[in-house]
């Protein structure tokens, strides 16, 4: 009887599809790969990797493909990974589910790595619905989600994803763009389809364009939304940004009941409060202050991974480094050195001495 497949669309993804197969491979029972469109050569590889492959007419839609790709593997539990994705942990978990009933979506850890290159990357986990029991299906022209009423639960698996680098980014740009304007011609007051196209826009800098599709997708989003929290912090740092530092602090003291225990969120605070006061010198005295004891609650939460797109570091040595240099610009060397040492023993460097 059909187990465990590891189900992907893929086009032109020669370069990185066999790490993701060769991860993968000794974990599930198959691997079928939907191949929409290469001229690369990646079906040829996907098959000497030990994939089944069948193509599909690309018609710009992901929930799709994405679709006939999961019916044509027939599997009772499909693993859906991209080909720019890897397994790094968890065979175990994914071994063990040959012995449960198809009933949950199974939710994966994805770290996704975002800079110049993978070496000095920075990192934030993400929570995805990426294990589909037999007769789920995906739904939406473009970051495609599996529907809610299928009960979630956590795996204990970590995929590294390396699609967001720049490198990989300059080869995407747009395309999503067009896809997720299509949607919202066709569903228009979708706060999720807002804040992904808020999204598409910000990492280019189109800081003007992204903000009325954030404050769209903010007005209307739930507080259970899982992806409520990235969309907070994207919109801090747009109002940021657009030098909207007061608004930008009324929405942070609005969210604050929510978000107080992320880093992510204390560690954005206490960065728009940081260039407010660079806009503003005068404000100083009130607002460095509030800085500090933003900053030194990130710390205190620590990192918490579980949060959705929480960025590695927030929690323990990027807000550490940040106390360091607030401490050197008010002339204050012990605090500055204690921090600086606290940020040193965060990233595995030395001990830790005590901090004031």
């Not at 060769?22 to 690369?40: E, I, K, N, W």
């Not at 939304?225 to 007061?246: E, I, M, N, Q």
Request: contains cysteine.
């Amino acid at each position: 009887m059909p187990g465990l497949s590891l189900v992907m669309i893929a086009r032109n993804e020669a370069h990185d599809i066999e790490r993701c197969l060769h991860s993968v491979r000794p974990h599930v029972d198959s691997m079928f790969v939907l191949d929409t469109g290469s001229s690369d050569g990646t079906p040829e590889i996907a098959r000497r990797a030990g994939a089944r492959v069948d193509t599909f007419h690309w018609c710009d839609d992901f929930s799709a493909a994405r679709n006939a790709a999961l019916q044509r593997a027939d599997a009772d539990w499909a693993l859906v990974l991209d080909a720019d994705e890897w397994l790094v942990d968890g065979g175990a978990a994914l071994l063990a589910l040959r012995g449960e009933p198809p009933i949950y979506i199974g939710v994966l850890r994805v770290d996704n790595l975002y800079g110049a290159d993978a070496a000095r990357a920075a990192r934030s986990a993400s929570w995805l619905s990426r294990v589909l029991p037999r007769g789920a299906r995906y739904e939406g022209r473009v970051h495609e989600q599996p529907p809610a009423h299928w009960p979630r639960k956590r795996l204990d698996v970590t995929v590294l994803h390396d699609g967001y680098l720049d490198g990989a980014m300059r080869g995407k740009r747009g395309r999503n763009e067009a896809l997720l304007r299509q949607a919202l011609a066709e569903q228009p007051h979708d706060a999720y389809l807002h804040y992904q196209l808020g999204k598409e826009l910000e990492v280019r800098g189109g800081f003007n364009e992204a903000l009325p599709h954030y404050q769209r997708a903010h007005a209307t989003a739930q507080r259970v939304d899982p992806w409520r929290h990235d969309l907070v912090l994207r919109l801090l740092f747009t109002l940021k940004k657009l030098g909207r530092h007061a608004r930008a602090v009324d929405l942070a003291d609005a969210e604050m009941a929510l978000f107080g225990d992320s880093p992510d969120f204390c560690f954005t605070l206490g960065d728009l409060l940081l260039d407010w006061a660079a806009h503003e010198p005068t404000r100083g005295a009130e607002l460095v202050p509030m800085i500090e004891s933003a900053w030194q609650r990130a710390v205190a939460i620590g990192e918490r991974p579980e949060l959705p797109d929480s960025v590695h570091g927030r929690g323990s040595f990027l807000a550490a480094h940040n106390l360091a240099v607030l401490y050197d610009g008010l002339h204050d060397a012990d605090r500055a050195r204690q921090w600086r040492a606290r940020e040193q023993a965060m990233r595995g460097n030395k001990p830790t001495p005590e901090a004031a």
